[in-house]
Nanobody
Framework: QVQLVESGGGLVQPGGSLRLSCAGSGSIFSINVMGWYCQGPGKQRELVAT???????RYADSVKGRFTISRDNAKNTVTLQMNSLKPEDTAVYYC???????????????WGQGTQVTVSS
């Protein structure tokens, strides 16, 4: 099993910044993709940003130029730097990762428990 623990959420004013972090632990041989997803009130969970072990990134159009995703492969951590935050960014943010427990094993997707981000004046 793999555990993902997020931190860094909170309340911030519009235009402000937050930094979300996620650390993976447990039966990890390697992690392929790590990413952040968000779920606003009454909405489905949707992609914010992902990053592969090789450093390739993907962003939702709504966050391009404002958010930056990065990771430390050695520490199994992923970070989301969120700048110029808007009220519409308010959501629960979930860390996700595709991990395998041994060489040649199948990858499985894991979720963290989520952290609330509220952008409000």
């Amino acid at each position: 099993q793999v555990q993902l623990v997020e931190s860094g959420g909170g309340l911030v004013q519009p235009g402000g910044s937050l930094r979300l972090s996620c650390a993976g632990s447990g039966s990890i041989f390697s992690i392929n993709v790590m990413g952040w997803y968000c779920q606003g009130p009454g909405k489905q969970r949707e992609l914010v940003a992902t990053i592969t072990s090789g450093g390739s990134t993907r962003y939702a159009d709504s966050v391009k130029g404002r958010f930056t995703i990065s990771r430390d492969n050695a520490k199994n951590t992923v970070t989301l730097q969120m700048n110029s935050l808007k009220p519409e960014d308010t959501a629960v943010y979930y860390c996700g990762a595709s991990s395998r427990a041994y060489y040649g094993g199948d990858y499985s997707w894991y979720w963290g428990q989520g952290t609330q981000v509220t952008v409000s004046s």
